[in-house]
């Protein structure tokens, strides 16, 4: 109820500063669907039909709920749909820097807030600082993978399709919550990098501190499965051969048994996409 109440001042408040109804028309207007234990930001809330919300008041909203004057968002992309809505997507951030995994959506019809939900953080408890260098980061993503060869390393196989616009990976400042939990209100420095081997083949986000020079946390970026497919073979016809999707190509393996089945080509090496 406590958060409620907070929200609801919010909301008040911000319409008081810009001459706009009294609170009381405001307080019955509000329909909050959904708390957060971890946040004085509510997961989602809409509005009566005649109590929407102008949608230049989006950043002021958020900032009325963070009782940290660091805090901020940053706009990622606004998108239409069928119902004549639009969809305003924010990350949040803190000292102009992006907070991971945070989200909130504003959707709006008419130029006026209908609803909006998400996660975001009213109070983070901010430690560490970005002391050690990128460089010293990256090298540090690179002992964690301990791939044979990255994609940025590769020859003429670059230009295969997925691969010819990645090059070598520049560091993300980014403030992490602790074990990349978005309901955590602990959040450090981290640098991220987006690592993509060729051998073994993987590709993952890598967070690491940017105080102690660590590994903190990892996201995969590549989700594979295996595909049933066929085969003209040179002496034994058609057959139903198991091949592996990458999402834009194909390959002469399979991750279904054991360690996975690879194919290699005349010369024993892998060089077959």
């Known amino acids: ?6 929200f609801i001042l919010a909301i008040s408040i911000s319409f008081l500063s810009f001459g706009q109804q009294s609170n009381s028309t405001k307080l019955s207007g509000i329909k909050l669907e959904k ?13 009566f039909e005649d109590h929407f919300i102008d949608a230049s008041k989006m950043e002021q909203i958020i900032s009325y709920l963070s ?16 119902l004549n809505m639009t969809h305003h997507r924010y990350q949040q951030s803190y ?6 995994n945070t989200q909130y959506i504003f959707h709006t019809k008419n130029n006026k807030i209908e609803s909006m939900n998400g996660c975001m953080l009213s109070q983070p408890d901010v430690s560490g600082s970005f002391s050690i260098s990128e460089s010293t980061a990256f ?20 230009q295969l399709p997925g691969f010819a616009n990645y090059e070598v990976p520049e560091a993300i400042k980014v403030y992490l919550p602790e074990n990349g939990d978005p309901q955590s209100n602990k959040i450090r420095p981290a640098y991220k990098f987006d690592i993509y081997a060729w051998k073994p083949h993987s590709r993952q986000w890598i967070f690491v501190d940017a105080e102690t020079g660590k590994v903190v946390h990892t996201e995969n970026r590549l989700f594979q499965g295996d595909e049933e497919g066929i085969a003209h073979t040179a002496y034994s016809g058609v057959q139903a051969i198991t091949t592996h ?14 360690n996975g089945v690879y194919t290699y080509n005349c010369q024993m090496t ?4």
């Open 35 to 47: 708390e957060q234990d971890f946040s004085n930001i509510p997961a989602y809330v809409s509005f």
């Open 139 to 158: 090298q540090a993503a690179l002992d964690y993978i301990k791939a044979e060869k990255y994609i940025f390393e590769l020859g003429p196989e670059k």
């Open 270 to 273: 892998d060089d077959y996409y």
């Open 1 to 6: 109820m406590k958060k409620l109440i907070l």
């Open 245 to 258: 999707n990458f999402g834009n190509y194909y390959s002469l393996m399979e991750m279904s048994r054991g």
């Open 67 to 82: 009782k940290d004057k660091l805090i901020g968002i940053i706009h990622l992309d606004s998108a239409d749909d069928k």
């Open 95 to 100: 000292n102009n820097i992006p907070i991971e």
